[in-house]
């Protein structure tokens, strides 16, 4: 079946430091790869999507390249913020029913 | 404006007790869903829908019920209330037949289960 495998969390880092979340997926067939985020209280929005492979998504700084030979959709950020501590979901679609399956989550931790 | 609204925002439940968490949407999207999310766990699918009056078990639907009276409307049922369902419950909406397709979330439901 489809799932998808992240960074388990909590990642702790410095304000500047660099970001990278691990997301590995398992599909039979062509998905579409998404990452939200989900601050706290809140809940999750998407932060982009990418549809096709060898192309790259980014938003808000983040961004991630859908590697369909590796089955990877890492997400970087150069330089994180304070304010980009949450929580950040990897998720694939399944085309044929509408559904999409979600990684287990990797909470980022982000100090002044 | 919020798309997808969820209520109430937060329930204290007695064990064995029904409770009844309701999410209505102005997305006019044909799909909603019911999630929860547990610590390590991050979001698991309970029940979705594709038309009203109609819902299909997710991946874990023991112990819930749920109920699609309307294109904008869509509530989840725990008739019998147990300690191990104290979590939080998300609803989200989305558009049929995109293969692109996003889920939009709603602000989330609290439940503790006593």
């Known amino acids: 079946g489809d799932s998808v495998t992240q960074t388990e969390g909590p990642v702790t880092l410095s304000e500047g430091t660099s970001l990278t979340v691990n997301c590995s997926y398992e599909?039979?067939?062509?998905?579409?790869l998404f990452w939200y985020v989900q601050y706290p209280g809140e809940g999750p929005q998407l932060l982009f999507k990418?549809?096709?492979?060898?192309e790259k998504g980014s938003s808000r700084g983040f961004e991630a390249t859908y590697n369909k030979e590796a089955t990877s959709f890492h997400l970087q950020k150069a330089s994180v913020q304070e304010s980009d501590s949450a929580v950040y979901y990897c998720?694939?679609?399944?085309?044929?029913?509408?559904?999409?399956?979600f990684g287990d989550g990797t909470q980022l931790v982000v100090k002044p | 404006e919020a798309a997808v609204t969820q209520s109430p925002r937060s329930k204290v439940a007695v064990t064995g007790g029904k409770v009844t968490l309701s999410c209505h949407q102005t997305?006019?999207?044909?799909?909603m869903y019911w999630y929860r999310q547990d610590t390590g766990h991050g979001l698991r699918l309970i029940h979705y829908?594709?038309?009203?009056?109609?819902?299909e078990k997710g991946d874990i639907p023991d112990g819930y019920k749920a109920s699609r009276p309307s294109q904008e409307n869509f509530s989840l049922i725990l008739e019998l209330a147990s300690l191990s369902q104290t979590a939080v419950y998300f609803c989200?909406?989305?558009?049929?037949?995109?293969?692109?397709?996003?889920?939009?979330f709603g602000p989330g439901t609290r439940l503790t289960v006593l």
């Open positions: 829908s594709y038309v009203a009056d109609s819902t």
């Open positions: 998720a694939l679609s399944d085309h044929n029913n509408n559904r999409i399956f």
């Open positions: 989200a909406s989305s558009v049929a037949g995109a293969n692109y397709a996003e889920q939009f």
């Open positions: 599909t039979k067939q062509y998905p579409t």
């Open positions: 997305n006019n999207h044909d799909y």
């Open positions: 990418v549809p096709k492979a060898n």
